[in-house]
């Protein structure tokens, strides 16, 4: 059983930047490829980044070069470091975890077998 809880999320300016956190319970962590995705008001939830169980990163095209997804095992945390942030980046986002059955990533929700609570990332024009 792996328990998420992510932070960090938080009202910013259009051009500025956030930096979420996820914490994971559980003794798997490091074989849990993670991932992290958010859902807007009124729209679907959408894949954001993934990071496999040897760093192996996977984003989406509206987020290339500005977000970075890293893992520390040591810490069993997954960060999402986001720059140049843009007002259609406003949503809910959640951190998930693969089972340990699974090397890699995936921009799949389904894929995903357990799920944090979302924090809340606001970003004014």
């Known amino acids: 059983q792996v328990q998420l809880v992510e932070s960090g999320g938080g009202l910013v300016q259009a051009g500025g930047s956030l930096r979420l956190s996820c914490a994971a319970s559980?003794?798997?962590?490091?074989?849990?490829?993670m991932g992290w995705f958010r859902q807007a008001p009124g729209k679907e939830c959408e894949f954001v980044a993934s990071i496999s169980r040897n760093s192996g990163t996977y984003y989406v095209d509206s987020v290339k070069g500005r977000f970075t997804i890293s893992r520390d095992n040591a810490k069993n945390t997954v960060n999402l470091q986001m720059n140049s942030l843009k007002p259609e980046d406003t949503a809910v986002y959640y951190c998930a975890a693969r089972s340990p059955t699974y090397d890699g990533g995936s921009s799949k929700g389904y894929d995903y077998r357990y799920w944090g609570q979302g924090t809340q990332v606001t970003v004014s024009s």
């Open positions: 559980g003794r798997t962590f490091s074989r849990n490829a």
